[in-house]
């Protein structure tokens, strides 16, 4: 995960949402929702002011939300909003230059938070990266482990083996009932 794309992703979104929110006609010029005159009808800036709300909210939250899997919630609902502004907008907009630049904006932004996501690189633990603790702590994490072992705390009774996530957990003894 390339934690630095999904957090400039999520800044982007939420400056735009933030200037949709106050100003409609951020959108609505360009997406082709203005009368004859450029102007912007009332219920049309009524109906996108909660899209703006939507992507200020949603980008802030790829912003603040901590490294794993907060922020790949918070990416996953981004992209399923720009896949699906790609969708809507795309069938529905007037005039097709104006459909297919809405397309194209709404793929490219949705395509930004994925390849944040799947991309290597990233900071999180367990992903080669630098992690909460960095390189050397999860070095000296490693070393603790084999110590463990070493001393008989590790292979076959409740603990870690060596390898992440992975856990042995030795079973009770049968005791024999009596009588």
Do not use: N, Q
Not at 55 to 66: C, H, K
Not at 81 to 103: C, I, N, Q, S, Y
Not at 127 to 151: A, D, L, S
């Amino acid at each position: 995960m390339k934690v630095g794309l999904l957090r400039a992703v999520g800044a982007a979104t939420a400056v735009y949402g933030v200037a949709v929110t106050a100003l409609p006609d951020v959108l609505a010029r360009p997406s082709g929702l203005v009368d004859a005159r450029g102007r912007t009808g009332v219920a049309t800036r009524t109906s996108l002011r909660p899209v703006g709300w939507r992507d200020a909210a949603s980008g802030l939250a790829m912003v603040l939300a901590p490294e794993g899997p907060a922020l790949r919630t918070a990416a996953c609902l981004r992209i399923a909003a720009d896949f699906g502004d790609a969708a809507l907008l795309g069938l529905t907009l007037p005039g097709r230059g104006r459909r297919r630049k809405a397309v194209a904006v709404s793929v490219g932004w949705g395509a930004l938070s994925v390849l944040g996501l799947v991309a290597s690189g990233g900071r999180e633990k367990g992903e080669g990266g630098m992690g909460e603790r960095g390189r050397k702590g999860e070095k000296r994490e490693k070393r603790g482990r084999r110590k463990e072992r070493r001393k008989g705390k590790g292979g076959g009774e409740v603990g870690d083996v060596g390898r992440p996530g992975v856990r042995v957990i030795r079973p009770l003894p049968v005791v024999p009932r009596r009588g």
